[in-house]
């Protein structure tokens, strides 16, 4: 029964996943980096350093607590996007670990992109893993990126991104925490920050910034410190963040779609993981593909199907 292993050590999470070809299942583990409360991520070398201890962990967590063999190939997050001079440390501890190990057990290695894996973990997760070999339209919102992305299919990178539309200053993933550190909330914010905007009992209007098909997301952040300041409920400060967010994001689709026909739509990256957020867009597009929460956030799922793709040029739909 061939397994393909895949690691993903992003500036957020360590993680590591397996997938079972002849299963169609992946078993994954993931840890948090911890970060200091107040503080709103971490330094790339405390990143690298907290990886190099974790990875191991993780990979004999991951061994012993499942009935896993000797992996026939080995796949690494290697960069954050497949465009050139897109580089982070941090990922260098997840592709020394796969050429070590695969240079050890005589298996082929392979690397692919932080965000290729995010958009293959969410077709996953949502049984939508047959729009590999199609034309499709994903969003990778997260602490790191807001792109609305075109997906089409490649021999060499499995998926070929074309960026359609991004923020053009604050991301998604930044402006949550932000506001949840002003909130007095620990980083990562987004799980408090849905827990917070579920009980607000005042609604305030939303008015996205979008120039053709990007969008600005600066001015969240400094609507929720005024409205803290003016004496609002933390409530009803997180309701108006992400509600401004998922109102971002739609219009942001429906300016893709206009300009590009009408694609299946793919919402990927841990922001997506929010209810509040993915209600409001199914909403608005019913047919919609998301993945579930553990297959939202940083994970090595993605990397695992990758590793699996190359290796066999099979797509594992059910």
């Known amino acids: 029964m061939p397994e393909f292993l895949g690691v993903d050590t992003s500036n957020y999470t360590t993680s590591a996943a397996v997938f079972i070809s002849e299963e169609r299942r992946i078993v994954h583990m993931k840890k948090l980096l911890p970060v200091r409360k107040g503080e709103l991520g971490l330094r790339q070398s405390d990143a690298v350093f907290h990886h190099t201890k974790q990875l191991p962990e993780m990979i004999e967590r991951l061994y012993s607590e499942n009935e896993l063999g000797a992996p026939a190939a080995v796949c690494a997050s290697a960069r954050p996007r497949n465009l050139d001079g897109s580089y982070m440390p941090c990922f260098l501890c997840g592709e020394g670990f796969a050429r070590s190990l695969a240079a050890v057990q005589g298996v082929p ?36 990126t807001t792109d609305c992305l075109l997906c089409e299919p490649d021999e060499e990178d499995i998926i070929r991104i074309t960026e359609l539309g991004t ?31 579920v009980c607000a009992d005042k609604k305030v209007k939303v008015r996205p910034v979008i120039r053709d098909g990007s969008c600005c997301l600066s001015g969240v952040e400094n609507k ?30 429906q300016s893709a779609l206009e300009k590009n026909g009408s694609l299946p739509l793919v919402f990927a990256g841990g922001v997506m993981s929010d209810r509040l957020i993915r209600d409001r867009i199914t909403e608005i597009f019913p047919g919609a593909g998301f993945a579930a929460p553990e297959f939202s956030c940083d994970n090595a799922a993605g990397a695992a199907i990758f590793g699996y793709m190359k290796s066999t040029g099979v797509i594992p739909c059910p």
């Open 167 to 197: 923020s053009l200053d604050l991301k998604a993933g930044q402006a949550v925490d932000r506001v949840g550190v002003m909130l007095g909330l620990d980083f990562p914010c987004g799980a408090e920050l849905e827990k917070l905007a």
């Open 224 to 253: 929720c410190r005024a409205m803290l300041e003016s004496g609002e409920k933390p409530e009803n400060i997180a309701g108006y963040c992400l509600g401004f967010i998922a109102e971002t994001v739609i219009a942001m689709t």
């Open 109 to 144: 290695v392979f690397t692919t992109s932080h965000q290729v894996g995010h958009i293959l973990a969410a077709l996953y997760s949502a049984g939508r893993l047959e729009l590999a070999g199609e034309r499709f339209i994903a969003f990778h919102v997260s602490g790191g």
